[in-house]
């Protein structure tokens, strides 16, 4: 009912207004005073020892266990080997006494997570599970959980706990290196970034820009998303919503493997959506954007606040405020999120019951 969605014309844009209430939830009791990371949930475990990690999850769950990925390599001496759990639950698993799983699941329910958690507990491995659903069954068969606290999500396509999960794997992350003490300012730096994150997002979903442009963009039947590091799970993620929900046929590519294949798909009826903040990889990004201009696609860029430059080679550009480079994918999730939204309705398509798709896949 319309006293259900507060006001709103669906769940999903609703769920992306509590964003903000959303994110302070997670964080409550997860960094002291002083911005260092708390997760007692771990103290048991051997973090220091951990050499390996193994992430496991399908869906968004997988494109939040992807920005981990980057982030921990980057910052911390480990491994860490993601995989869909439909791959994952088939193939051989090596677990030792150095070698962590993380399961990614909102609902705590999806039947190839859960059997994936099931062999790494046959392995003798042990689990951290990161769920929305306290007392799911992927809960109750994980070691320990890092619960999401986003409340309930009604719209299919996951919005706000997306966001919950990238804050928690952050902090998750953070607690990795304070505790190998590899703790520099820098990371207390990025700590008070998460910290102060709802407000800015906050201002970051009430640009009305987001809709105005997307606008623009309804009527094509294909869309291109690119990106480069952690942002390539933007890429991939902002081409998953927009699939699901407005059915264009989206996808979403590391932006340096355009010349590899999918250029040759480029031309005026199949536009890019750039995903190119002011980070260490921004030069590429301008180059990968370069080349799709030559093949005459329309190109709609999210970029820093204050990159004017950037609008010489875009058709459309969406900003964000700075922040620390490797936090751009939580800024950018709920603008992709609402582009995507905008276009499902203005296509006619109610965005929080997509044809085909469950909220959570039980069955294998
Ligand atoms: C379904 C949902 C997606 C979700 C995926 C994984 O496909 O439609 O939104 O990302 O399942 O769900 P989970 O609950 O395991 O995170």
Known sequence: SAAEKGGFKHFMLK???????????????????????????????NIEKIKRILLVACGTSYHAGLV??????????????????????????????????????QSGETADTLESIRAVKKAGGKVVAISNVVGSTITRESDVTLYMNAGPEIGVAASKTYVNQ???????ALYMIKKRNLWTEEHKKIAKQIVSSANLIKKIISNKEIERVSDHYKNYQHFMYIGRG??????????????????????GYPAGELKHGPIALLDPTFPVFAIAPKDSLYEKMRSNIEET?????????????????????????????????????????????????YIADKR?????????LAKSVTVE
């Open 348 to 356: 006619g398509y109610d965005p929080d019951k997509p044809r085909n």
């Open 293 to 341: 201009r030559a093949r005459n696609a329309r190109i709609l860029t999210i970029a820093t606040e204050g990159d004017t430059e950037i609008q010489k080679i875009s058709h459309d550009v969406l900003y964000v405020p700075e922040v620390h480079e490797d936090l751009y994918p939580l800024v950018i999730a709920p603008v992709i999120q609402l582009f995507a939204y």
């Open 230 to 251: 952690v942002n390539t799970a933007t890429a991939l993620e902002g081409a998953l919503k927009l699939k699901e929900i407005s059915y264009i046929n989206a996808v």
């Open 166 to 172: 990238l804050i928690l794997l952050y902090t998750l």
């Open 15 to 45: 769920e992306i207004d509590e964003i903000p209430e959303s994110i302070e939830s997670a964080l409550v009791g997860r960094f002291d005073d002083d911005y260092n990371p708390v997760m007692h949930e771990l103290d048991e475990f």
């Open 68 to 105: 981990f990925k980057y982030f921990a390599e980057k910052y911390l001496n480990v491994d860490v080997l993601i995989d869909v759990a439909s791959e994952f639950r088939y193939r051989p698993i090596r677990i030792d006494d150095e070698t962590l799983t993380i399961a990614i699941s």
